[in-house]
């Protein structure tokens, strides 16, 4: 400024040849602009006058401003309320019990291959690893829906000596509820579904509500071996669930007398293609094992079975006879067709065509009863068919052949 000055010194106008006074309507400006012009030379004067309590004020806040600065540089802590010592002792004061088995909320906010970072308001965080996930076997923390921001309850299991932080789990809370969960289907009497991941000389071992039960063979309704129940589905009831003894029985052969009660000599069933025998093929009808026997699937001669079936076809049979005692129901495809050998030659046309056709079975079953019932009447001696004083055909005797009688040879009742 003082350099500016000096160059300013001495510094004369020249004679001003014409004066314009410009009133401008900035407030600020208390003087009007003069400008003097002579020979292209323009000077332009302003002036902008900054009131006495503007620049009192502005000291006002330099002066502020250096005392805090000399305050925070020389003692920092002066004056503050809350210290350091003050912050730990509030942070020991609010900590959570952190005992074995304590039930805390928290919320993830970091996962990796191992496990899961958990913040639940502790000093440090704590830590969800992989096997504690879930109740189920995985291989990656997302298969148990495990992700940053979702916040659980976990129970504390452990602490990590390392770094005091605490190791938390999902699976132990999982598990007591699949207890609680089984007791109560137990209570419901329920059917409920299992898969065989196992198998020891005793019985097979399947998972439900992801605990491990015990299915004795003797509660297995059919007859296949441990390795043809490996892997598959079957339907189940609770015999015992003792969680302190950790016992769960379970019992197949009870589930299946249940669905047993729904099948109907003449009714039609969807059913799966379970294994093939060179004298027949076992069929899965909603969790029990059916017998369709080489005989019992065409009127035409099949030498071959596999050229028909193969294990994993969905088919529908009809039930030709069923023995809840021994747990056996025998199935046919036979009596479906609409025309002889069509379940070889267009198998589609006989499951389209198949309640249509076991509606003309159940007639002609009928018929033969009433027909029976008439000739036991007339003849009751020389017909050998017990009935009742109601004229209700009697059970079969056990002269009659192992495989039933074959009732496809009944022809429909002439009209008289």
Known sequence: MASLTHHFVGLKCQPISRTRI????NKNLINPIIIHTKKNIVCKASAVTITNAQTKERLNLKEMFEEAY????????????FTVEDFHNALEKYDFD???????????FKVDANGALVDITAKSSAYLPLQEASIHNIKHIEEAGIFPGMREEFVVIGENESDDSLV?????IQYDLAWERCRQLQAEDAVVKGKVISANKGGVVALVEGLRGFIPFSQISSKSTAEELLERELPLKFVEVDQDQTRLVLSNRKAVADSQTQLGIGSVVLGTVQSLKPYGAFIDIGGINGLLHVSQISHDRISD???VLQPG??????????DRERGRVSLSTKKLEPTPGDMIRNPKLVFEKAEEMAQTFRQRIAQAEAMARADMLRFPHESGLPLNSDGI?????????AEGLDLGEIFPAEES
Do not use: Y
Not at 70 to 81: D, F, K, S, T
């Open 305 to 307: 079975i596999a050229t």
């Open 313 to 322: 076809d969905t088919l529908k049979v009809m039930i030709l006879s069923h």
């Open 168 to 172: 938390l789990s999902l699976r132990s």
């Open 393 to 401: 055909l009697g059970p079969l005797t056990s002269e009659l052949p």
């Open 22 to 25: 410009i009133h401008s309507n």
């Open 70 to 81: 000399e305050r925070c540089r020389i003692a920092p802590m002066e004056g503050v309320a």
């Open 98 to 108: 952190s005992e074995i088995g304590t039930k805390v909320k928290g919320t993830v």
